[in-house]
């Protein structure tokens, strides 16, 4: 058996590895979510909180960017998609969070 | 084009990859504009959710947070098979390629299955679209998003085309495919969190 397949494996191992870690960041923080769900409600009824909206919010960004980094493998893309990415998703952030908040304002 | 039997040289699969656009460039405009789109639903959505948040509270009551942790779940381990599909068809594995596209195909299988019995199921209780703001704007995102999985399903079933023979497997159409997947994944990912977590 020659060295280059086996140095192949290994990294192929290593990309599964840390493929698996990311599924399991992510579920932690979909799990984390349930916890932030029964923490923002009184027994019987849900009210409005503004903070859980911006952290389920911000969560849900940062699920985002490691979607595109890892699964998407924009982390091995050329630098502009990157910035591209990290762009795009401060703007869906920024656009998300001012409506609510100007919906809060007006309303 | 790059086909997945050239991958299969020794030198090829040492080498450390260079930075490249994974799939076709013209994949990723319709992924960003597809984010932008979307973005313009999810602001509408919480423009009016602060206009009526009692009546927006009182009808997320009647959504299964435990059920669209479930479809998450399922759709980010589908988006893991996929890289490990595609991380496979790189390296010329054009069988353990086919075997995680399966993978996903079930799990994405899985999400649609719960997806509909949710539905059913508020429908049952007398929750349709037209009931009132809250579950006209569930029904049309889930909706909206439900399209985007049929259709991940015929890239997923071009995957397997491709995969089918070594001849035809082109890496660039396979990634293409995926990032489509995977767009379908993150897409789920702020719909989940807009309709079942924020108050």
Known sequence: MSAQPEKARA?????????????????AITLGYLALDRSADAPGAYRARSVVTTIAILLALVKVRLIFREFMQVRNAPMLLCRLIDLWVAMIGAALLASYYIGLAVH | MTDIAQAEQPEAETKKPARHIPGQ??????????????????????????????????????LNPWLGTLDTVLLLTSSMFMLHCVQAARAGV???????????????????????????LLTRTGHGFTSNEFFMYYFFLTGIHLLHLLIGFITLGVIMYQLRS???GSREIVETCATYWHTVDLLWILIFSLLYVVR
């Open chain 1, 11 to 27: 990294r192929n191992a290593q990309a599964k590895r840390r493929s698996l870690i990311v599924l399991l960041i992510l579920v």
């Open chain 2, 25 to 62: 460039p013209d994949m990723w405009v319709l992924v960003l504009f597809e984010a932008l789109v979307f973005t313009a639903y999810f602001a509408v959505y919480l423009f009016h959710r602060s206009a009526h948040s009692g009546l927006f509270l009182r009808s997320q009551a009647y």
């Open chain 2, 94 to 120: 054009a069988r353990a390629a086919m075997t995680n596209a399966c993978l996903t195909a079930l799990l994405g299988l899985g999400f649609l299955i719960s997806k509909v019995t949710e539905w059913i």
């Open chain 2, 166 to 168: 070594p001849k035809r």
